[in-house]
C-alpha cells in the first residue's frame, strides 16, 4: 500500500487507512501462526527477547493538554526500582492516590478532578510546584524506586522568537530559553546524563531521526505507530534509533482506544519503556492489563526492565 500510495506523506490513500490495514494485517498474521500478537511481532522484529516496560505516568498536567497556567505538559513517574511490572503498577497506584490527597489538601476537592488522560490539572502557576512531586514520592515511601520525567512540549509555549514560560514576558530575561541555547542539550544530556526524548523533533520518521541523530539533539525516540503510518515502518523507526545507542519509548496519542496493539508492540520490540498515562479510564487501563496478562503468561520467564530502561538488552 505505501508503494501505491507513492507519497512521501501518505496522502492519496492517508496515513490512517493505511495505519488500520497495517494492524489488521499484523493481527491476522498471528492468528494464523496461532501465537500471540506480541510473539508475531517478535518475528517480525526478529527479537528473541521478551522485556517489559518501565511505564511513565504521568500524573500532573500543563500546557495545551489542561486548564491551568502550569507551561510545561506533562509530569510523570516511572518506577525504575520496580523489581516487576506488577510492582511498578502498584508504586504508582499508590503515590497517585497520595498526589491526590495531597492536591485535595492544597486546591480542594474539585482540583482532583481527572482530565482525559486520567491525569490531575490543579490550579498551580508554577512548574517548581508540579515538580514537588518529591514530596508526594517521600509520602509514598518510593523516594528511591521512583523517577521524574516531564513532557515539556516547548512548542506550544514558543511565542515571538522565544519560549515563555509563563505565558506572558516575565521581568526576568533569564527566564527565557533562547532558540540559538537549544545546543546546549547536547551538552546537558551528555553532562548530567539525562534522557532527552524526541516527539515532535523526529515524528517518529527515520530522515528527521537520522538528522537527530547526526545532530545529537536527542537520545531517545517517542514511537507514534500512527506517524508513521504502518507495522513496517515502527518497527524501521524503532532499530534505526536502537542501532544509534538511542532509547525508545512507545507511547499512546491523547485520543486514544481500547486497543491494546501497543502493549504488545512495546514488550517485543524491547523497548523497555511506554507511556501511556495514568492508571485511570479504561482506555489506558487497557493497556496496562494486556501487558500485566503477558507478565503472568511469561512467569518465571519474565523479564523486567527497571533501571536498564534505557539500554534493556545490556542487562
Request: glycine share 8%; proline share 3%; charged share 25%.
Amino acid at each position: 500500500m505505501i508503494e501505491m500510495d507513492s507519497t512521501e506523506n501518505k496522502s492519496k490513500f492517508g496515513a490512517n487507512v493505511i495505519m488500520g490495514v497495517s494492524l489488521a494485517v499484523c493481527k491476522a498474521g498471528a492468528a494464523e501462526k496461532g501465537v500471540p500478537l506480541y510473539r508475531h511481532i517478535a518475528d517480525l522484529a526478529g527479537n528473541p527477547e521478551v522485556i517489559l516496560p518501565v511505564p511513565a505516568f504521568n500524573v500532573i498536567n500543563g500546557g495545551s493538554h489542561a486548564g491551568n497556567k502550569l507551561a510545561m505538559q506533562e509530569f510523570m513517574i516511572l518506577p525504575v526500582g520496580a523489581s516487576s511490572l506488577w510492582e511498578a503498577m502498584r508504586i504508582e497506584a499508590e503515590v497517585y492516590h497520595n498526589l491526590k490527597n495531597v492536591i485535595k489538601g492544597k486546591h480542594g476537592k474539585d482540583a482532583t478532578n481527572v482530565g482525559d488522560e486520567g491525569w490531575f490539572a490543579p490550579k498551580i502557576l508554577e512548574n517548581k510546584e508540579a515538580l514537588d512531586l518529591k514530596n508526594t514520592i517521600g509520602k509514598a515511601s518510593y523516594m528511591d524506586q521512583v523517577v521524574i520525567g516531564m513532557d515539556v512540549a516547548a512548542s506550544e509555549f514558543f511565542r515571538s522568537g522565544k519560549y515563555d514560560l509563563d505565558f506572558k514576558s516575565p521581568d526576568d530575561p533569564s527566564r527565557y530559553i533562547m532558540p540559538d541555547q537549544l545546543a546546549d542539550l547536547s551538552f546537558i544530556r551528555t553532562s548530567v546524563g539525562i534522557q532527552v526524548v524526541g516527539d515532535d523533533l523526529t515524528v517518529t520518521n527515520t530522515k528527521r531521526i537520522a538528522k537527530a541523530v547526526s545532530e545529537k539533539s536527542c537520545n531517545c525516540l517517542l514511537l507514534k505507530v500512527n506517524l508513521t503510518g504502518s507495522v513496517t515502518e515502527s518497527l524501521q523507526a524503532c532499530k534505526l534509533a536502537q542501532s544509534n545507542g538511542w532509547g525508545v519509548m512507545v507511547s499512546h496519542r491523547s485520543g486514544e482506544t481500547e486497543d491494546t496493539f501497543i502493549a504488545n508492540l512495546v514488550v517485543e520490540l524491547c523497548t523497555a519503556q511506554i507511556k501511556t498515562v495514568a492508571l485511570c479510564r479504561s482506555e489506558r487501563l487497557a493497556k496496562y492489563n494486556q501487558i500485566l496478562r503477558i507478565e503472568e503468561e511469561l512467569g518465571s520467564k519474565a523479564k523486567f526492565s527497571d533501571r536498564c530502561f534505557r539500554n534493556p538488552l545490556a542487562k
